[in-house]
């Protein structure tokens, strides 16, 4: 019995030797198909695209196509995406408030129970601020969406990067999963 466990907490560890072996926080986890870029590879609409993966996680059943999101972007300009969600939205869903955080992690995991939070990040090796849709924190990491890829950091270094947050609600008639 004894050699049986050995055996399984060694295969255990072997499992997750490899899986970690080479993981940065930069590098990304595994595509889900529901994550779109909604066309941010080419054009800087990372606040539309940021809006449109926070909606689809909030509300799953809900599944955006690229050509919505670019179209709003081209209509409303860099600068309106936030607005865009208040007052427009997408599929007739829209934010119930935006209400900026400040870039403090104190009260994230919180903003993210309410209906969830749109971050202004220095990613990598990029020049300007980028949007990104955070969709989990723990007391020790924060996973987000951008460019169609789930991407994690340590709470550290999520606090060393964000600029600013967005706390998003939702109407109340619109709960997660009703679309």
Not at 42 to 69: G, K, M, W
Not at 119 to 148: C, L, Q, Y
Request: net charge negative; hydrophobic share 45%.
């Amino acid at each position: 019995m004894k050699r049986i466990v050995l055996l399984v907490i060694v295969g255990l560890i072997s499992v997750l030797a490899t899986a970690t072996a080479g993981a940065t926080s930069n590098q990304p986890l595994p595509r889900p198909p529901a994550w779109g870029d909604f066309g941010n590879t080419t054009l800087p609409d990372c606040v539309y695209a940021a809006d449109a993966n926070l909606l689809e996680f909030n509300f799953p059943r809900i599944r955006l196509s690229e050509s919505q999101v670019v179209q709003a972007f081209q209509a409303n300009g860099e600068d309106d995406g936030l607005l865009y969600m208040e007052t427009t939205g997408f599929d007739g869903i829209k934010a119930a408030s935006v209400i900026p955080l400040g870039a403090s992690t104190t009260g994230l995991q919180l903003a993210m129970a309410q209906g969830g939070v749109q971050a202004w990040i220095h990613f990598p090796r990029e020049p300007d601020v980028h949007a990104v849709a955070v969709i989990k924190v723990t007391t020790n990491r924060v996973e987000f969406v951008s460019w169609g890829y789930t991407y994690w950091w340590s709470m550290k270094e999520y606090h060393q990067r964000v600029v600013q947050q967005y706390a998003f609600t939702w109407n109340s008639a619109m709960t997660s999963g009703s679309q």
